[in-house]
């Protein structure tokens, strides 16, 4: 794990998990694909992990599927 910036821009990230977040969406574009998974079967977690992962984007303490900070931008 890394305490870098990510490639992976935030506001891409907060803007899917907002509208696909019940998918999944925001998960796999940051590389996390086996939970990403986990969301789309369970439907975010009936929105409740969406919605976790919403707040988590917004105070930028979200990360990669190498451990980097989203980059805000």
């Known amino acids: 794990m ?3 910036k990510s490639e992976k821009s935030n506001v891409v990230a907060l803007l899917l998990c ?3 977040g019940f998918l999944g969406v925001h998960r796999f574009y940051v590389g996390k694909v086996g939970t990403g998974i986990l969301q789309l079967v369970t ?3 009936l929105g409740i992990w969406a919605l976790v992962d919403f707040f988590i984007i917004v105070f930028q303490k979200f990360t990669d ?3 980097n900070t989203l980059a805000f931008n």
């Open 65 to 67: 599927s190498e451990g």
């Open 18 to 20: 907002f509208f696909l």
């Open 2 to 4: 890394s305490n870098g």
């Open 43 to 45: 439907f975010g977690g």
